[in-house]
């Protein structure tokens, strides 16, 4: 089992950076895909970018507003720590935050049902 803990959040303005992490408690965190998934008020949670517990597999969303080539998803195995680099962000990205982890491999990484473990979130908001 693993518990899930994000911090980081806040207020940034659109083009400026803010970096989320996610804590993680137990000894086996690599052995874990981790993902990082984004719900804004009134939308149903989405994808963002998944780290693979193997291979160094990641992935990011490919949907409109896509995230892809402004944030980068990364893990720090030793510190059981997963990063959220993002860059650039834009008000669309305005959300609550999650870190999610699903020990071993997931298959299909976007689907938020295949992540049992989920953190309580962390607020982002981006002005314009």
């Known amino acids: 089992q693993v518990q899930l803990v994000e911090s980081g959040g806040g207020l940034v303005q659109a083009g400026g950076s803010l970096r989320l992490s996610c804590a993680a408690s137990g000894r086996t965190f690599s052995r874990y895909t981790m993902g990082w998934f984004r719900q804004a008020p009134g939308k149903e949670r989405e994808f963002v970018a998944a780290?693979?517990?193997?291979?160094?597999?990641?992935?990011?969303?490919d949907y409109a507003n896509s995230v892809k080539g402004r944030f980068t998803i990364s893990r720090d195995n030793a510190k059981n720590t997963l990063y959220l680099q993002m860059n650039s962000p834009k008000p669309e990205d305005t959300a609550v935050y999650y870190c999610?982890?699903?020990?071993?491999?997931?298959?299909?990484?976007?689907?938020?049902?295949?992540?049992?473990?989920w953190g309580q979130g962390t607020q982002v908001t981006v002005s314009s």
């Open positions: 780290h693979g517990w193997t291979g160094g597999n990641i992935y990011y969303a």
């Open positions: 999610a982890a699903e020990p071993g491999g997931v298959g299909r990484v976007s689907p938020a049902s295949r992540y049992g473990y």
